[in-house]
């Protein structure tokens, strides 16, 4: 009897290991996919404000170009608010 009980819970301690292991990689994964998707927002805010530049745009959200960077800028926060529910 004691013996069984010891590989109980031996075996329900693999258990809990495997569950932990599982719950860290699903955060890795969560935290990978959000730095991934704040790059590509980076990258697209930094294009709209070089695009801006260059075409002599308004950056001062006056202009056109100012309008889409904060409406890029709105999508962002939108983004990020979705990935936190």
């Known amino acids: 009897m004691q013996a069984e009980i010891a590989r109980l819970e031996a075996t329900a301690a693999g258990h809990r290991a495997d569950l932990e292991r599982e719950r860290l990689m699903a955060e890795v994964l969560r935290?990978?996919?959000e730095a991934s998707a704040a790059?590509?927002?980076t990258a697209l805010?930094?294009?709209s404000l070089r695009a801006g530049v260059q075409a002599g745009g308004s950056i001062d959200g006056r202009g056109r170009a100012g309008s889409r960077l904060g409406h890029l800028a709105a999508d962002l926060v939108k983004a990020d608010r979705n990935a936190w529910r």
């Open 31 to 33: 935290a990978t996919a």
């Open 39 to 41: 790059k590509e927002m």
């Open 45 to 47: 805010l930094e294009g």
